[in-house]
């Protein structure tokens, strides 16, 4: 069974920058397009960007500028990379998997929730002065 794990979160101050990774690993794998997602306290689950297996990207109009998503296949990692952290990227984030081929969208990926089913337990970002 595919599974993920998240790390690199933390607590930054404003301005400063993060690279989160997400490591898959199992019986398996296979798939179509990892995604990554955010939810901070009391609100929705917010998608951000996704990567498909075959290198195409994809994101969210309110991510493009200041996060970047990229993977190692030789480490089967998949990284999100985000500068200018501001106190509203606050949240956990976590990464999951699309295994449908119905994610894909020519090279790239379909960031809809509803194409993504397996997940990490996620990464706290925090950022404070």
């Known amino acids: 069974q595919l599974q993920l794990v998240e790390s690199g979160g933390g607590l930054v101050q404003p301005g400063g920058s993060l690279r989160l990774s997400c490591a898959a690993s199992?019986?398996?794998?296979?798939?179509?397009?990892i995604g990554w997602f955010r939810q901070a306290p009391g609100k929705e689950h917010e998608a951000i960007a996704c990567?498909?297996?075959?290198?195409?990207?994809n994101y969210e109009d309110s991510a493009k500028g200041r996060f970047t998503i990229s993977r190692d296949d030789a480490k089967n990692t998949v990284y999100l990379e985000i500068n200018s952290l501001k106190p509203e990227d606050t949240a956990v984030y976590y990464c999951?998997?699309?295994?449908?081929?119905?994610?894909?969208?020519?090279?790239?990926?379909?960031?809809?929730?509803?194409?993504?089913?397996?997940r990490g337990q996620g990464t706290q970002v925090t950022v404070s002065s």
């Open positions: 990567i498909s297996r075959r290198g195409g990207t």
């Open positions: 199992g019986v398996t794998l296979d798939y179509n397009a």
């Open positions: 999951a998997v699309a295994q449908g081929a119905s994610v894909l969208l020519g090279s790239r990926c379909w960031l809809h929730p509803a194409y993504y089913s397996t």
